[in-house]
Nanobody, 120 residues
Framework: VQLQASGGGLVQAGGSLRLSCATSGGVFSSNNMGWYRRAQGKQRELVAAITTTGSSTNYADSVKGRFTISRDNAKNEVYLQMNSLKPEDTAVYYC??????????????WGQGTLVTVSS
């Protein structure tokens, strides 16, 4: 199973980043996917989710209107466009499966995350 997030970095508040996640086809093709994040000292949270076809998405209130999740089924990749970034968005971001209802799922395997640091 491959879950490899990339695209993180250091950005000033108000800036943008686009995260990508490469997955193995067996994981991706028939599953709803999401972006989770874990800030230092806090529990992991689900920030965005998307159905297999991309027809439906869901966002945490804290990122609604600023983040956009998308996927490319031909490439087995999922993306997170993050705009108007805030210092509180600082976290390690991971992609992984979500539930049928686009909700949080507890996973044993998280793959490689990518660190996003937003400076004030």
């Amino acid at each position: 199973v491959q879950l490899q997030a990339s695209g993180g970095g250091l950005v000033q508040a108000g800036g943008s980043l686009r995260l990508s996640c490469a997955t193995s086809g067996g994981v991706f093709s028939s599953n709803n996917m999401g972006w989770y994040r874990r800030a230092q000292g806090k529990q992991r949270e689900l920030v965005a989710a998307i159905t297999t076809t991309g027809s439906s998405t869901n966002y945490a209130d804290s990122v609604k209107g600023r983040f956009t999740i998308s996927r490319d089924n031909a490439k087995n990749e999922v993306y997170l466009q993050m705009n108007s970034l805030k210092p509180e968005d600082t976290a390690v971001y991971y992609c992984n499966l979500v539930s049928d209802g686009l909700g949080y799922v507890v996973h044993d395997y998280w793959g490689q995350g990518t660190l996003v640091t937003v400076s004030s």
